[in-house]
DNA sequence: ATAATATACCTAGATAATCTAGGTATAAGG
DNA sequence: CCTTATACCTAGATTATCTAGGTATATTAT
């Protein structure tokens, strides 16, 4: 994410990606367009940042990836996510719920 | 926070001290059980987190600290948030919302 | 009385998420 | 033809938090 944000929110990346690709298969730099768009451009998505994330959940086996050329001869590594990608994205979707609301809980005093 | 919950949202823990002060000055063990008793359980604050914040708080001074003994001895360092702390918090949670605006919009789809 | 636990503060170094700042290569648009 | 956009990548820096210690005193249990 941008700079500013750190200080906000790391540490979800994995569960946003994850979310998109629950829809249907993509590949990176449409990874990050799509967050950018669908967050009304809250996310802007470093390709530093997302290359790695992606490369890490393919080795924890949440996605699995293909490579795949556009008829123009562009080369693009699509990723599609697994049935152990869709648990851990349940997974991180509670937790995610759990924080928030326990946020929200010690913000609604101030 | 607890381990597992690194995953999910570290960078808002100053925001949340902030909060707290707002309603009262507090000390720092008083901090850490009044974050876990708030949030219900979920935010479990470590001394190595917290007082290294309290401390950086104070350098960029949105807090003020002063230190008194209780009637039977124990030392305790106060803290009372100032008023650009205010501000900055101020700031914070509406980082915070927009950020939290995004992820649900995001995980709507999943 | 004494031992164990809770309170209350602190710091140095490790870990991990993200960013910065590069790099390569090809396609599309001016 | 030159610039910009697309599309992938990595190494090293930065930073938040944790781990794992440390000190000292008060309270509680044995």
Redesign the pocket.
């Known amino acids: 994410?941008?700079?500013s944000?750190?200080?906000v929110l790391?540490?979800?990346?994995?569960m946003l990606v994850l979310a998109l690709l629950k829809a249907r298969e993509m590949?990176?730099?449409?990874i990050i367009e799509e967050l950018e768009k669908r967050s009304n451009q809250v996310f802007q998505?470093?390709?530093?940042?997302l290359?790695?994330?992606?490369?890490s959940l393919e080795k924890e086996k949440l996605v699995t990836a293909r490579d795949q050329e556009?008829p123009?001869?562009?080369?693009?590594?699509?990723y599609h996510i697994t049935a152990a990608g869709l648990q851990a994205l349940d997974a991180k979707k509670e937790e995610w719920q759990t924080f928030s609301q326990a946020v929200t809980a010690i913000l609604a005093g101030a």
């Open positions: 994410m941008a700079r944000d750190r200080s790391p540490g979800s990346t994995a590949y990176g730099y449409e998505l470093k390709e530093g940042t290359y790695p994330i992606l490369h556009t123009s001869g562009r080369k693009r590594r699509y």
